[in-house]
């Protein structure tokens, strides 16, 4: 790491306003929370993609998650991944991030020097989204959601092998398996990883099934599936993979299921006692996001000289990072981290 930033005489590129991330040159905010001019989104999650700005931008792919997101009447204008465009006094392009369909880090350019914003992103393999892209920069803004070193992601065939292994032994006596996860993401991206194990149709909950279309538009491959509430009443969920939000847990939505499982996708479940305290009977640890070694390998795939962290769990990694004689700072900003991840 160099000893100093090499454009550490300039105001920096991108700093946060009231309304959210904003680069001056540019006269554009990123995943803005108030409404704004101009808003340039990494993804359609909720915190990132919010309602009421004059004009959108973002990935091409993610275009469809965004008008479903944003409302049919938004002003969203896309660009392909990896083309360029010049806004005011910067050059702007969307590169993949891994995380969820459309998915995008922005990269911005000034003079010379250059800022990626990551958004929320992942390393490990996905069928449903374009696999994250090493972007070189000056300095990088990264998400740290999972930045802990006890977050560690098990290989994602072995997670998909286990949830199947799981639908089988409640399917063999008779038993319905309710899988909650987070609706946009993570539901395709089982869906996906189900349909190179078995060709059996799941059940889905109404808050999956638009987004499950969405991704089948887009080309995704994923197991066939059917609406729950499209199912004739008194029909029998014995054997069934039915996958829900985690908003539908204790819900008079789930007396249907009868005699059933639940369990729980999520990133959080490497954390036992949270499977426990949520009263989930199985825990898979799926996230969408980095984990810690990624986060670490990232940082440093990228040669940033300055890294700025904001989404999660940002002093410990800015802590870790300049122990490592990182040039590194949290960010502070308003976004939470994904707590449904
Ligand atoms: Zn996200
Ligand atoms: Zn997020």
């Known amino acids: 790491m160099s000893a100093s930033y090499p454009f550490q005489d300039r105001p920096p590129l991108i700093t946060v306003t009231p309304q959210g991330l904003y680069c001056a040159p540019g006269d554009f905010h990123i995943d803005p929370w108030h409404p704004v001019e101009r808003a340039l989104i990494t993804h359609a999650h909720g915190d990132h993609a919010r309602g009421g700005s004059r004009?959108?931008?973002g990935a091409r792919t993610g275009e469809g998650?965004?008008?479903r997101r944003l409302g049919a009447d938004s002003a969203i204008d896309t660009l392909p991944y990896g083309e360029r465009l010049r806004i005011n006094d910067v050059t702007v392009s969307f590169h993949p991030a891994g995380h969820v369909l459309g998915s995008a880090q922005i990269r911005i350019e000034h003079q010379g020097e250059v800022w990626v914003v990551s958004g929320d992103?992942?390393?490990?393999?996905?069928p449903t989204c374009e696999p994250f892209e090493v972007v070189r920069c000056n300095t990088f803004i990264t998400e740290a959601t999972f930045g802990l070193p006890i977050y560690r992601w098990d290989d994602t065939r072995l997670v998909a092998e286990d949830i199947l292994r799981w639908w089988d032994a409640n399917r063999a006596v008779g038993r319905s398996a309710v899988l909650f996860c987070y609706a946009l993401g993570k539901a395709q991206r089982i869906l996906a990883e189900l349909a190179r194990l078995t060709d059996r149709p799941a059940y889905v909950h109404g808050a999956l099934n638009s987004l499950v279309a969405v991704y089948r538009e887009a080309g995704v491959k994923m197991l066939p599936t059917q609406l729950v509430s499209e199912?004739?009443?008194?029909?029998s969920f014995a054997?069934?993979?039915v996958l829900a939000p985690p908003s539908a847990g204790g819900s008079t939505w789930m007396r249907r299921f009868g005699e059933h499982e639940t369990g729980f996708a999520s990133g959080w479940m490497r954390v036992r006692g949270n499977r426990r305290r949520r009263g989930f009977d199985r825990g898979f640890v799926l996230s969408d996001h980095a984990d810690w070694p990624d986060l670490l390998r990232t940082v440093a795939d990228t040669r940033a000289e300055r890294v700025l962290v904001t989404h999660g769990?940002?002093?410990?990694l800015a802590h870790y990072l300049r122990d490592?004689?990182?040039d590194a700072?949290?960010?502070a900003t308003p976004f939470e981290g994904e707590a449904e991840d």
């Open 121 to 126: 992103y992942k390393r490990a393999p996905d």
């Open 329 to 331: 700072a949290p960010l």
């Open 65 to 67: 998650l965004l008008h």
């Open 239 to 241: 054997g069934a993979l």
């Open 55 to 57: 004009r959108y931008l």
């Open 231 to 235: 199912v004739e009443k008194g029909t």
């Open 324 to 326: 490592k004689g990182v």
């Open 313 to 316: 769990y940002t002093d410990p």
